[in-house]
């Protein structure tokens, strides 16, 4: 049975001035590793944490990828996804690598799928694997083309249109915990308004739990739960954590996904543009204080985005720790 360490939050009223207190403290409790991400997300005690991981390009890749895994697996996270590559190779690489996890760990994994570059039996065949694996846990996500999230949206011919009808074929495959996408600075093709009625939607298609992309103004995250809710989207909404651990991807996380870079981040980081250690140590304290105000606002969790790589991750879990001891 896997222990799982997690950090619970604890609210009680201040009896000598009616405040809302909060404590952080550390509890273990024994959990299977095959279990409903939805599930888990619907009953949790306190906030889960989870780590993504990208399918590795070649031997070496791999070897990182080993050593990232066995480098976070004794923090036990609650859960951990790999992401999905639509071309041939590509999604033989992402069904490798979530299959070599689940034999070689004990893990709970999602595997990841997109409706880009793929035929509808292309992606009934995808869910079979993953079910014939025991992978019960899927993040269902339109995809973006190559290219990056500014190029315009193409279905693939005879493939699916939205992520919605994505979850819809996912649930209609047998019994899966479904995820999806959400979008805390928006979407390039869409409005707020608009993306909370489509997440209501996933929803009402078969969804239990939402992810978000990364993201690095608070008042973003919250303000995408607050219309979701608005809308009637009860499903808890994790949000996606990336580091910054160097100035050039602040250009590639814009390109790539849109996120917006708040002025005050920026300046911090460009004020040690020089010393790349210090723009490390610096993405580093950013992304924990954002998380320790998303905690303190009550998200449901942290989903970070290792980029296959578990130094940034586990200080920012240390310093979470040290933080509320």
Known sequence: ???????????????????????????????????????????????????????????????????????????????????????????????????????????????????????????????????????????????????????????????????????????????????VAAFPDGHATSTPELDAQILLGKQQAGASFAVTQLFFDLGHYFELVGRARSAGCTIPIVPGIMPVTSVKQLGRFVEMSGADIPAKVAERLLSVADDPEQVRITGVELAAELCDRLLAGRAPGLHFFTQNRSRATREILAKLRDDHQ
Request: glycine share 10%.
């Open 1 to 179: 049975m896997l222990l799982r360490v997690a950090f619970e939050l604890e609210w009680a009223s201040d009896c000598s001035d009616g405040r809302v207190g909060r404590t952080f403290v550390t509890t273990i409790a024994g959990m299977s590793p095959r279990v409903s991400i939805g599930d888990l997300l619907a009953h949790a005690s306190g906030p889960t944490f989870s780590f993504e991981f990208f399918p590795p390009k070649n031997e070496a890749g791999q070897q990182l990828l080993t050593r990232t895994i066995a480098e976070l697996e004794p923090l036990e996270p609650d859960w951990v996804s790999v992401t999905y590559g639509a071309n041939g190779s590509s999604r033989q690489r992402t069904l490798d690598a979530t299959m070599a996890i689940l034999a070689s760990t004990e893990l709970t994994v999602m595997g990841h799928l997109t409706c880009t570059g793929q035929t509808i039996n292309e992606l009934k065949a995808v869910i079979d694997a993953y079910a014939d694996a025991g992978v019960t846990n899927i993040l269902a996500i339109r995809g973006d083309m190559p290219g990056g999230a500014s190029v315009a949206w193409e279905p693939y011919p005879g493939g699916l249109q939205t992520a919605t009808e994505l979850v819809e074929l996912v649930a209609s495959r047998g019994d899966f915990s479904i995820g």
